[in-house]
């Protein structure tokens, strides 16, 4: 398998992983496959809008990190018995008006929704890249 050796609940750097095989991996085992390439975003905003058009949040997303951690946990858990998680952010902006700072929020949110999953015994692997 090909995350055999990737923690269940874990946000690392993309690397060495394909976005099509780690696809394939999330329909081979029955785990959800989310995919948000942020290439065209800008800033915190643009970033926000491409993640929730990309998983399909709810149009009542309030485009903040604390609505985009609800998103990612309370929302999903109350809906039922989760499989598991594999979440693609592809090319973060780097660029002033989506600084290091702000890059490190982002995935402080996702990071926060491993622990939350994992608290639940639920895999949650969320793989990035910077533009």
Request: aromatic share 12%.
């Amino acid at each position: 398998m090909l995350l055999q050796t990737v923690r269940p609940n874990i946000v690392q750097a993309i690397r060495a992983f394909r976005v099509e095989d780690l696809m394939q991996t999330a329909q081979d085992t029955g785990q959800h496959f989310l995919y948000a390439n942020l290439g065209n975003a800008q800033t915190k905003q643009d970033v926000l809008e491409t993640i929730a058009e990309s998983f399909l949040f709810p149009p009542h997303f309030g485009k903040n990190f604390d609505a985009l951690y609800d998103c990612m946990t309370d929302l999903v858990h109350k809906a039922g018995p989760q499989p598991g998680f594999i979440v693609v952010l592809e090319q973060i902006p780097d660029n002033p008006r989506f600084d290091r700072e702000a890059r490190e929020q982002l995935l402080d949110v996702f990071r926060d929704a491993a622990d939350f999953w994992a608290e639940r015994k639920i895999p949650f692997r969320c793989f990035y890249s910077f533009l």
